[in-house]
């Protein structure tokens, strides 16, 4: 990529959710940019606790610990993000709108200027533990469902009280439900034609009504967390719409919660209505690249999560 072409089209940010994790994610970053360090110094201090160590250094089952996993997400998202800025400079991406892939949202509101780093950190560590309280509380799962129409995926739903969860991509749906529902549906699923139904490797059913033990505290939390209208419209995970002010984004937080996230429709928006050209996936995993590209082939896609990507955009 050119000097110039980096500024040219009208973009967009994204930023990944859980199970996007790696140890030892972001090393490069932290020995090249001040920036990316100083954002993991400040998430340390903010939560009170060594997370630079359990990110760079394990051990995975304590990153794979959905309450490190969150913020160790949405940090190493957000160091990225620092990274690129201060390696840019002048160069850097301006973009129209941000998005966020479920935990992705709480990285959103940083990149908006939304919401501080230590406030976002401090909540989705919260989230965190909140969902999993409310997953131990209802033994749940999810499951992807590859290579089926959404007509049928919503029948087989309905017969075995499982949820959609992630509309991720044309073909590529997520539901949620009970340990014995889920396994009910992927045997449906498989007899009914899906390519693949793939039960994922994950604590509890996300984004569906078995969350809804959260939903009090989250809302506590939500609401002693200051949050300022974004400077960038977000698109909200439940609608696939723009929020541009903060007790529509307090609201979005609290609804996404037990709502599907809206992932297609969130980039049909920004393509299609927005007039975006170009998407930069900034933070751990490539998920949301290969989901843009399914849902908006001829859209632009940059995956950001080393330096040797940031680098890449000024050679």
């Given at each position: ?31 090249s940019?001040k920036?990316?360090k ?12 060594n ?27 957000i160091?990225?993000?620092r ?29 908006s ?19 999993q309280?409310?997953a ?5 799962g ?29 073909g590529q749906?997520?539901i ?12 449906l ?14 604590a ?6 078995l ?14 967390v ?53 998407i ?36």
């Amino acid at each position: 990529m050119s000097n110039n072409s980096v500024n040219d089209a009208r973009c967009a940010f994204v930023f990944p959710g859980q199970g996007a994790q790696q140890v030892g994610m972001g090393l490069d970053l932290v020995a090249s940019s001040k920036a990316a360090k100083l954002v993991f110094d400040e998430v340390d201090e903010a939560l009170g606790i060594n997370l630079s160590k359990i990110v760079f250094e394990g051990p995975e089952e304590d990153l794979k610990n959905t309450m490190n996993t969150q913020p160790a997400i949405l940090t190493m998202s957000i160091a990225c993000l620092r990274a690129m800025e201060e390696i840019l400079g002048d160069l850097m991406p301006s973009p129209s709108f941000v998005a966020g892939h479920s935990l992705g949202q709480y990285t959103a509101l940083i990149a908006s200027n939304s919401m501080s780093l230590s406030a976002a950190a401090l909540l989705v560590r919260e989230r965190g533990r909140l969902m999993q309280y409310a997953a131990e509380l209802n033994s749940g799962g999810m499951a992807a469902l590859i290579g089926m129409e959404d007509s049928v995926i919503e029948d087989i739903c309905s017969e075995t009280g499982t949820e959609i969860s992630n509309l991720n991509a044309p073909g590529q749906t997520v539901i949620s439900g009970t340990s014995e529902a889920i396994d009910k549906a992927v045997t449906l699923a498989t007899e009914r034609g899906a390519r693949r139904a793939i039960p994922l490797p994950v604590a509890g059913a996300f984004h569906s009504r078995l969350m809804k033990p959260a939903q009090e505290g989250l809302d506590m939390a939500i609401n002693n967390v200051v949050i300022s209208d974004p400077r960038i419209p977000i698109v909200a995970n439940s609608t696939g719409l723009p929020l541009t002010n903060s007790e529509e984004i307090k609201s979005e937080l609290s609804d996404s919660l037990c709502s599907p996230v809206r992932w297609r429709d969130s980039v049909k928006y920004m393509v299609a209505t927005g007039g975006v050209q170009s998407i930069y996936e900034i933070g751990p995993g490539k998920a949301l690249s290969g989901m843009v590209t399914r849902i908006s082939p001829d859209t632009d896609v940059t995956n950001i999560e080393q330096l040797e990507n940031i680098n890449s955009l000024v050679e």
